[in-house]
Nanobody, 125 residues
Framework: VQLVESGGGLVQPGGSLSLSCEVSGVALNYYAIGWFRQVPGKEREAVSCVSWTGRRTYYVDSVKGRFTISRDNAKKWSTLQMNNLKPEATAVYFC???????????????????WGQGAQVTVSS
């Protein structure tokens, strides 16, 4: 199983970025997908997750109304659209897949076992 993130970079406060996650080696339509982020010295936290059907989503309170998660099972990718970015969003962002099929996973970090390498997002003027 391989996950590859792309789309990170430097953006000014209030700007937008779109992260993509390309998945291979697994039938993506059976699995939830999650986006997580980590700042040096802090624990990795859940940002957003989407169920295998795409009908159920989760967003951490700090990004609600500004971030949108999506997925395309046929193309085997997921996107995290991030709008009105704030400096506190600066982190390395990871996409991940949980250990079980057809499992919502509650968007909990420890329930995810397949991870991408991460993409740096920096929000700064």
């Amino acid at each position: 199983v391989q996950l590859v993130e792309s789309g990170g970079g430097l953006v000014q406060p209030g700007g937008s970025l779109s992260l993509s996650c390309e998945v291979s080696g697994v039938a993506l339509n059976y699995y939830a997908i999650g986006w997580f982020r980590q700042v040096p010295g802090k624990e990795r936290e859940a940002v957003s997750c989407v169920s295998w059907t795409g009908r159920r989503t989760y967003y951490v309170d700090s990004v609600k109304g500004r971030f949108t998660i999506s997925r395309d099972n046929a193309k085997k990718w997921s996107t995290l659209q991030m709008n009105n970015l704030k400096p506190e969003a600066t982190a390395v962002y990871f996409c991940a897949i949980p250990s079980e099929r057809y499992w919502w996973s509650d968007c909990v970090v420890n329930n995810y076992i397949y991870w991408g390498q991460g993409a740096q997002v920096t929000v700064s003027s």
